[in-house]
């Protein structure tokens, strides 16, 4: 490791002990950023990076609820405002058992800059809490998204701080959680964005990250004269973004073979197509069943326990959640002719899987740039929000689709390196110049 990122890290590891996700998460911001900054001391001098690594503002509260049998359950709420350099806070909240301060952290870091690169002025953070809302009622899905909102509407609002879902939040809790703001202040605004359509949610808005995602894919397989026409996908995870990565990898004339979620992975060598797509939608949003029962209802192969990557594939979409893809898992991917990775999730593929891809020259699309559309069309909810109106599914698309292209051109003007791209580089030092300009022109703040 070079020398001055090891000193920065060991000061980020000394003052934050113990968050090793968010430790993880700067350290591959700060190598990439790290040579630019020694090029252009005005950085250093205004000390950004040592700034932007100091969240600006943390919250965490309890949540206390009751449970359908009429016992108190307690869970632990939190807000991570990052930077608003560029515009309001901006960021999912995400439930799920294992939610700690450093996973919101390392998510509200990534959000930073990934919100810089969509072009929109949105600053970053993220949130969320312990809850599991696997095996509740709808009742007490409401019971502690009401409890949830009860605290945090203290501290957001349509200029200050806007949430969206990730892990465990879609279209269901945020409508329990806007109906609750819009309760205790009285006031109906954009606080919230992935509403549902007849209350002020995007066209678009549900399909954005795995849309953005497979866009994001499609302008890395241009630049090998490519297409998705005939090429065999893995994706893993069976939620929001992989579902929708599912359907646009379809339409443009590709195979997805597999889907997971934290139980195992299923092998449909015949491939997802539009109707199957439809049956895994009601099995996960519906039903909230597991991926297991596609398996037993299309008989094809289920592994228990086990991630997507050991199948061959010329494109992989790792769409669950955090470090996913060990080392192996990516030697293993190269070794079967994958030519391509654009993550769907954040940060699922350890420091190490990436080195692997980098060093074997493949596509490889870090989570901040090729999962960025998810938060870009909030953006666009926002504005819609703003302006008391509505754009049309096809005004949506092609923001969206033109939001992703512009996102891969930055990526490429800081990122070229000869006829390689690297993807982490550029989009690393895209997304830190537009938020480290903004915060010295705004002075010491
Ligand atoms: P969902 O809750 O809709 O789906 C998550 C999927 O990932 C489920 O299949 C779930 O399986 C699986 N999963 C979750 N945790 C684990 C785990 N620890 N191990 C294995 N599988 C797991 O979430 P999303 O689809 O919204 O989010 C997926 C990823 O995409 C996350 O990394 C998120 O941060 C990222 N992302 C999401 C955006 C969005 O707009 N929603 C925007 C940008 C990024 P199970 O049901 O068994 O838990």
Sequence with gaps: ????????????????????????????????????????????????????????????????????????????????????????????????????????????????????????????????????????????????????????????????????????????????????????????????????????????RPEATGYGATYFAQEMLKTKGESFKGKTCVVSGSGNVAQYIVEKIHQLGGKVVTLSDSSGSIYDPSGIDEKKLTYVMELKNVQRGRIKEYAEKYKCEYVSGKTPWHFKCDCAFPSATQNEISKEDAQTLVDNGCILVAEGANMPTTPEGVEVFIENKILYGPGKAANAGGVATSGLEMSQNSMRMSWSREEVDKKLQWIMSQIHNSCVKYGKDGDFVNYVKGANIAGFVKVADAMIDQGLI
Aim: hydrophobic content about 35%.
């Design 1 to 204: 490791m070079d020398k001055s990122v090891e000193e920065f890290m060991t000061k980020v590891k000394d003052k934050n002990p113990g968050e090793k996700e968010f430790h993880q998460a700067v350290q591959e911001v700060v190598e990439s950023i790290m040579p630019y900054i020694q090029k252009n001391p005005k950085y250093k001098k205004a000390k950004i990076l040592e700034r932007m690594v100091e969240p600006e503002r943390v919250i965490i509260f309890r949540v206390p609820w009751l449970d359908d049998k009429g016992e108190i359950q307690i869970n632990r709420g939190y807000r991570i405002q990052m930077n608003s350099a560029i515009g309001p806070y901006k960021g999912g909240l995400r439930f799920h058992p294992s939610v700690t301060l450093s996973i919101l952290k390392f998510l509200a870091f990534e959000q930073v800059f990934k919100n810089s690169l969509t072009t929109l002025p949105m600053g970053g953070g993220k949130g969320g809490s312990d809850f599991d809302p696997k095996g509740k009622t709808d009742n007490e899905v409401m019971k502690f998204c009401q409890s949830f909102m009860t605290e945090l509407q203290r501290y957001i609002g349509s200029d200050t701080d806007v949430p969206a879902g990730d892990i465990g939040v879609g279209g269901r809790e945020i409508g329990f959680m806007f109906g609750q703001y819009r309760k205790i202040r009285n006031e109906f605004t954009g606080v919230l964005t992935g509403k549902g359509l007849n209350w002020g949610g995007s066209l678009i």
